[in-house]
């Protein structure tokens, strides 16, 4: 690989540096993050992002047809002829009014980045053709990730649909909804259920990567972080290179808002851009690690020395009481988010503020953004809760300009939709009442009619 391209810590008094093709993906320093680095002065940095609508007539190459290497030139550490899509990153921003009024936004100012049209259903597939794409580079023939479900899939996507690699998921028993579990088996990857949850794969995945070589596609792979830059990029695009005034994008991992915070880092620094959007990380409040510390604690990037003792203090006081992540929204069921600290240099540099939204607040949310749009899973909706409270709180304002990320499809996880919407209250109260979800506001029940023509003809006239 050219040196123009290396991995670099995080942390700006540190020094320490890998090569790019150099898959320990650790600080040799400080055990710290790495970014992928570039010297733009060696590289061909696009004049202006409109330059990228070249690229809109050249939708018989692959790679101007992905969502993700369309832009690879904000994202270029791979030779065009080792790169590997598999047609992700074909997503829509969609204006939603309906979902603008339950928000308390004006008509036209709330936009939901609608991810669930990639392969595998969620934005993983943008990280993961980087990731995948650097995997091959390096040589390798074994992935694996740790997973609440959606990264899993997208690797078994990506080997079954490539054929290139073999893909190991570990997950926390229990701990994934049918959906996702169904696109892991399906596509063939090896499937290790763990006792336990995420964080604790979490920590296995890198032990058992270390130990046996395995290439490693979790986020603390810098190289999948670029991927997920191109989120922000379609964004962009689609409001005609205007930047929105906030993005709002729940966390688990914080991989997602660390990868956007790089990219519009990288943009004003291109000058391609003259001001960031300010960005808010929304926490399930059964998995709020990230809220805490940074609104309740006060924790903060501080020029890259963050308070290291705050967050031991923190990790100590969740073992000491046992405490460990519950929210129905398992995509973001995290405590330990490896990216904490990317996640607090782009909330540094680009205003962010972070919240908690609570199960009953996400699945009402999902339930207006289903009737008012596309659909998501309960994570996803939590981005839109979020955005009700900050608006709520007159941080965001009825006429800014607002972008939800909707990060996986709706039929991720069936189930929580079902019991929501469901009239049977056995089932309700089964999936959600031990979450603390007491009310189902915006239930569209099923109805229930006899097999008879008049009483259906009856029935459809009373309700529509
Ligand atoms: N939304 C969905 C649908 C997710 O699957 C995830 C993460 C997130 C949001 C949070 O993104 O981790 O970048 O802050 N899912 C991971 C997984 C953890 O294993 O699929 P993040």
């Avoid at 050249?58 to 030139?73: D, H, Q, T």
């Avoid at 190289?223 to 930047?243: C, D, H, N, P, S």
């Avoid at 990790?315 to 990317?342: C, F, G, W």
């Avoid at 009402?364 to 309960?378: I, N, S």
Wanted: net charge positive.
């Amino acid at each position: 690989m050219s040196d123009a391209v290396f991995q670099r810590c995080i942390f700006p008094h540190c020094d320490g540096a890998l090569a790019a093709d150099d898959t320990s993906f650790t600080c040799p320093k400080c055990g710290g993050l790495l970014d992928v680095a570039y010297d733009w002065n060696r590289l061909k940095p696009p004049p202006a992002l409109a330059w990228f609508e070249s690229k809109w007539a050249e939708r018989s190459n692959p790679l101007s047809f992905s969502g993700v290497w369309r832009f690879r030139e904000l994202l270029p550490f791979a030779p065009p002829d080792k790169i590997m899509t598999i047609g992700e990153g074909q997503t829509v921003l969609q204006r939603a009014d309906a979902v603008a009024q339950f928000v308390g936004m004006n008509a036209g100012c709330l936009h939901l980045q609608y991810e669930g049209m990639n392969p595998s259903g969620s934005f993983k597939d943008n990280g993961m053709t980087a990731a995948f794409t650097h995997a091959r580079m390096t040589g390798a023939k074994r992935a694996a990730c740790a997973s609440t479900g959606n990264t899993s899939a997208s690797l078994a996507v990506f080997c079954s649909a490539t054929g290139l690699m073999r893909a190991i998921i570990f997950i926390g028993s229990g701990k994934i909804s049918y959906g996702k579990l169904a696109q892991a088996l399906d596509h063939g990857a090896l499937t290790v259920q763990i006792t336990g949850d995420f964080d604790d794969a979490m920590q296995r995945v890198q032990q058992v990567s270390r130990r046996l070589g395995i290439y490693l596609v979790n986020s603390v792979n810098p190289f999948r972080l670029e991927g997920q830059k191109t989120i922000m990029y379609r964004i962009l695009e689609a409001m005609r290179w205007e930047v929105p005034d906030w993005i709002v994008v729940p966390g688990g991992n914080l991989g997602n808002v660390s990868s956007f915070g790089k990219a519009f880092i990288e943009l004003m620094d291109l000058g391609l851009i003259k001001r960031p959007p300010r960005l808010a990380v929304i926490n399930a409040a059964g998995a709020n690690t990230f809220h805490q510390l940074y609104e309740k604690n006060g924790l903060r990037w501080n020029a890259g020395q963050p308070d290291a003792k705050l967050i031991d203090g923190y990790y100590q006081s969740l073992d000491m009481e046992k405490i460990r992540a519950a929210t129905i929204a398992s995509a973001i069921e995290i405590n330990h988010p490896v990216n904490l600290h990317k996640a607090l240099r782009a909330l540094d540099r680009c205003g962010g503020v972070a919240r908690e939204a609570t199960d009953q607040e996400i699945l009402d949310a999902k339930a207006k953004v289903g009737a008012g749009g596309l659909g998501c899973e309960p994570a996803s909706a939590a981005s839109v809760a979020g955005a009700k409270k900050l608006r709520r709180e007159g941080i965001i304002a009825p006429s800014d300009r607002v972008v939800c990320v909707l990060t996986g499809h709706q039929l991720k996880d069936p189930t929580a939709t079902v019991a929501y919407h469901s009239a049977d209250r056995k089932t309700f109260d089964d999936v959600l009442g031990h979450r603390g979800v007491r009310r189902a506001t915006f239930a569209n029940r099923a109805v229930q009619v006899p097999n008879d023509l008049d009483e259906i003809i009856k029935a459809i006239e009373v309700y529509t």
